[in-house]
């Protein structure tokens, strides 16, 4: 596993720091649907910088992003994003989707489910992502569940594609985190972790490339 640390980082600050409206929207969310958010919190920037680093700087690429939220994620993507690229946000909550329209109008924002993405990206007109962000809560995904949505995202990444999800630290080891973790190893041929710990609690990153057909 890589780890990286860039100075010191105070859990307290950084609560401090984190905008309130997006906690409100946020845990709104969470009581509304509970089974189908990610985090407990908000995201913070250094954990949308590192997501952020597998979006190809140049060219035309294709950001699926799934349950992005109230957006923490989607503005690192943005900010990186070449001009000519393209980035589509799927979202199961309707206020997240009047939200992420509002905050970041240059993403398409999709008011969707992520887990019928081989059916949202055909009507959006995209035959492959060149990388597909997810930040869903697949520690929460039963056994299936987990397994179609993987197959989707498989087949739905172009050649030299990359997959990246995320997780609490601590979350790799509850019953629903180990199995995830198998899935992605017998469901890509390269699968890379690495922790970000300027984030409450620390933020665990599998970035995976070559699916295995």
């Keep these: ?13 950084w609560l401090r720091n984190a905008p309130a409206a997006d906690y409100r929207r946020f845990l709104t ?9 990610g985090a407990a919190t908000p995201t913070s920037n250094a954990v949308a910088n590192t997501v952020a ?15 992005p939220g109230t957006g923490s994620l989607s503005v690192g993507i943005r900010d990186r994003l070449p001009a000519a690229g393209r980035h589509v946000g799927i979202e199961l909550d309707e ?9 970041l109008p240059e993403m398409e924002t999709v008011h969707g489910d992520a887990r019928e993405l081989r059916s ?5 007109g995209i035959d492959n992502a060149d990388v597909i962000v997810s930040s869903i809560p697949w520690s929460l995904l039963s056994d299936e569940e987990q397994r179609d949505l993987l197959r989707q995202c498989c087949r739905n990444l172009a ?5 990246t999800a995320m997780t609490y ?17 017998t469901s890509f041929g390269e699968v890379v972790t690495q922790t970000t710990w300027r984030s409450v609690p620390p933020m665990l990153h599998y970035t995976c490339r070559h699916p295995i057909e």
Excluded: K, Y
Excluded at 120 to 124: I, K, N
């Design 169 to 185: 630290l601590p979350m790799r080891h509850s019953p629903g985190g180990r199995r995830f973790r198998n899935h992605l190893e």
């Design 53 to 67: 680093r597998v979006v190809p700087p140049h060219g035309d690429p294709v950001v699926v992003e799934l349950g």
């Design 29 to 37: 969310a969470a009581i509304r649907h509970p089974g189908t958010v």
């Design 120 to 124: 949202t990206l055909p009507r959006l």
């Design 95 to 103: 206020s997240m989707v009047r939200h992420l329209r509002l905050r």
């Design 159 to 163: 050649p030299g594609g990359a997959f």
């Design 1 to 13: 596993m890589t780890t990286q640390r860039h100075g010191r980082f105070s859990p307290v600050q």
